[in-house]
């Protein structure tokens, strides 16, 4: 059984920060480049961030880029992202999984920010 878990999110006023964490269990993740997802309400599923094997190649859409930081742990097959500065529009459902083939999707982490 493969299994992705997102935690982290919560509520945050304007300008504050969260550091979500994404669990893998059944697999390894190691060699596969990872990302992060988000779900507004009413809106499709985004893309936000992604990080390759080793960590040494990072991208970000340009609505978050210098705000949110993604980073993985390979020894813990985790991968994290950490929000800073976070806005009203960063207000969505957040996931993470492959980020080719975006096969395991999980329940996400609701992250939810007040103006």
């Known amino acids: 059984q493969v299994q992705l878990v997102e935690s982290g999110g919560g509520w945050v006023q304007t300008g504050g920060s969260l550091r979500l964490s994404c669990a893998a269990s059944g697999r390894t993740f190691s060699r596969y480049t990872m990302g992060w997802f988000r779900q507004a309400p009413g809106k499709e599923r985004e893309f936000v961030a992604s990080?390759?094997?080793?960590?040494?190649?990072?991208y970000y859409v340009d609505s978050v880029k210098g705000r949110f930081t993604i980073s993985r742990d390979n020894a813990k097959n985790t991968v994290y992202l950490q929000m800073n500065n976070l806005k009203p529009e960063d207000t969505a459902v957040y996931y993470c999984?492959?980020?080719?083939?975006?096969?395991?999707w999980g329940q996400g982490t609701q992250v939810t920010v007040s103006s």
């Open positions: 999984n492959v980020n080719v083939t975006k096969r395991y």
């Open positions: 990080i390759s094997w080793n960590g040494g190649s990072t």
